[in-house]
């Protein structure tokens, strides 16, 4: 009986080592490394022509993702090809965990000429893709942001 225990302990062990070292744990772990929320725009105190997107700015700001993105949401049916809207909605998305629906926000923007969130963007994208266990399709993403951890994931991303 002792030797039947023993031989399913190491059973147990092994399956555990395998799910901890495989890839998608992997992927999910340098995910959780390299993700910081963006850390958002300063908002306008009192009353402002903006006051809906800042009320939102503040919500995401303190962590309250899922009000923002309502609140953004609506704001986007006027403006669906708004940068500033599209970036947000998708970095609140990506910061509740929910990487497939980010990167459709995201995408609207990874390729927008002129935006100032399209760096930004690329690296959520792809850590949105990391996150999805994308380790290639998230690569030129990370390389085409401008990112102060981009060097240091790379190599990582290429083992």
Request: no cysteine; proline share 4%; net charge neutral.
């Amino acid at each position: 009986k002792s030797w039947l225990a023993a031989a399913s302990i190491g059973v147990i062990i092994g399956a555990a080592g395998l799910w901890y070292l495989g890839p998608g744990n992997k992927n999910e772990r340098l995910f959780s490394e390299y993700f910081h929320p963006d850390p958002g725009l300063m908002s306008a105190m009192g009353a402002s022509e903006n006051y809906v997107f800042d009320r939102a700015m503040i919500d995401y700001k303190t962590g309250k993702y899922d009000e923002a993105i309502k609140a953004w949401l609506t704001l986007q049916q006027s403006n669906p090809a708004s940068d500033t809207l599209n970036y947000f909605i998708g970095a609140a998305y990506l910061a509740m965990k929910n990487s497939k629906t980010a990167q459709t926000y995201l995408q609207k923007v990874t390729g927008a000429t002129g935006s100032v969130f399209a760096d930004e963007a690329n690296w959520y994208m792809g850590l949105a893709l990391l996150k999805e266990n994308e380790r290639e399709r998230a690569l030129p993403y990370i390389q085409r942001s401008s990112h102060k951890e981009k060097e240091t994931l790379i190599p990582k991303l290429q083992h």
